[in-house]
């Protein structure tokens, strides 16, 4: 499962998922979907909560998990909702760690 893996360094030599391989990881995702932004495919989920407070733990609780992974994604803090995107920045696409920490960010999901 790819929440049980960790992430490898990615460097600007690694090379980007084809769309294929981006299309079977996405199935092991639950409502994540791959935007195209400037020509980068981005993994994007928007998460809903009660409220700012919870929206905000949710959002520590990424940027807890970028910090270990040494992978960090654009996080969007709203009131009732946080928006994760996942991209590899220096391959311009998406990598494997891509869609391991959209694994884990599931795992943070509480029942609201």
Known sequence: ????????ACTSDAVA??????????????????????DIPQLEKTYRFKNFKMAWAFSNQVAELAEEEFHHPSILLEW???????????IKGLHNNDFICAAKCDEF????
């Open 1 to 8: 499962m790819l929440n049980e893996l960790k992430c490898e």
């Open 17 to 38: 998922l084809t769309p294929e391989q981006q299309q079977n990881l996405l199935l092991e995702l639950s409502d994540w979907e791959i935007i195209v932004r400037d």
């Open 80 to 90: 009732g909702k946080v928006t994760v995107t996942w991209w590899s920045h220096s």
């Open 109 to 112: 999901r509480p029942d609201v």
